[in-house]
C-alpha cells in the first residue's frame, strides 16, 4: 500500500500559500493512490527539539522509520530570512544519523528509495536578474543537508507570495498569479504517470 508522509513548516496558518500546495499535493496524491494513507507532521505546531546527545537517537529513530515507511515525502518549504524555517533545519538535523540513514560502513544513503519533493514558497523575487538572485539559501542547503541520506528533493517554486499584501509590490501581482498558477499545474501533473500506470 502507497503511503505519503506530509509535513508541513509554515507559521502562518490559515493565511500560508505553502500550506494550501502541500494540500493541494496530497489531494492530488490522494486521487492516484486512492487506497494510500497518509501521515502528517506540522513541525510550525509540534517543533522539533534541537540536537541533543542524550535525547535525539530515538527521536531520530522515529523521524527516520516514518521516512522509511512512506513512498513520497512532500514537504512545505517557505523561504524565511533567505533560508529554511528552523523547524525544518532540526528535521533535517535529527534524519541525517549514521546507522539509521547512513550505512556507517559503505557511507550509503538509506533512504534513496523515499521520494521528496519540497513545495517552496518565496515571499519576493529571487530568480535570474533580480535583485536578490542567489538570496534562496533554503534549495541548496536542503539539498546537501539530505545529500548523505539518499534523499534527493524535488523542487516547486511559488514566488512573490507577499504581492497580495504587500503594497510596494502591487505591480506584481500579475507575475505572482503567474507564480501560482505555473506551481498549481506542476503540482497537478505530479503523478500522473502512477494513474496511468495502474
Known amino acids: 500500500m502507497a503511503q505519503l508522509l506530509h ?7 490559515d493565511r500560508s500559500v505553502s500550506r494550501a500546495l502541500t494540500a493541494r499535493a ?6 492516484a493512490h486512492p487506497d494510500g494513507t497518509v501521515t502528517y507532521r506540522d513541525l510550525a505546531v509540534d517543533p522539533l527539539p534541537h540536537l541533543n546527545p542524550d535525547t535525539s537517537a530515538a527521536l531520530s529513530g522515529e523521524l527516520i522509520d516514518e521516512i522509511k515507511a512512506a513512498d513520497t515525502i512532500v514537504l512545505g518549504l517557505p523561504l524565511y530570512n533567505f533560508g ?8 533535517v538535523d535529527h534524519i541525517v544519523a549514521p ?7 559503505t557511507g ?5 528509495d523515499t521520494e521528496l519533493i519540497a513545495i517552496e514558497t518565496r515571499g519576493g523575487g529571487y530568480g535570474p536578474g533580480t535583485p536578490r538572485e542567489g538570496w534562496d539559501h533554503a534549495q541548496t542547503w536542503l539539498t546537501h543537508g539530505v545529500s548523505l541520506t539518499g534523499l534527493r528533493p524535488r523542487f516547486i517554486v511559488v514566488e512573490l507570495t507577499m504581492a497580495e499584501t504587500n503594497p510596494a509590490m502591487a505591480e506584481l501581482k500579475p507575475l505572482a498569479a503567474h507564480s ?10 505530479l503523478w500522473d504517470a502512477d494513474e496511468s500506470a495502474a
Open 99 to 105: 546507522g539509521l540513514s547512513i550505512d556507517t560502513d
Open 7 to 13: 509535513i508541513d513548516s509554515s507559521i502562518q496558518g
Open 26 to 31: 496530497v489531494e492530488r496524491w490522494r486521487a
Open 180 to 189: 501560482l498558477a505555473d506551481g498549481r499545474d506542476e503540482i497537478d501533473r
Open 108 to 112: 550509503r544513503g538509506l533512504l534513496g
Open 84 to 91: 529554511p524555517p528552523s523547524t525544518v533545519k532540526a528535521w
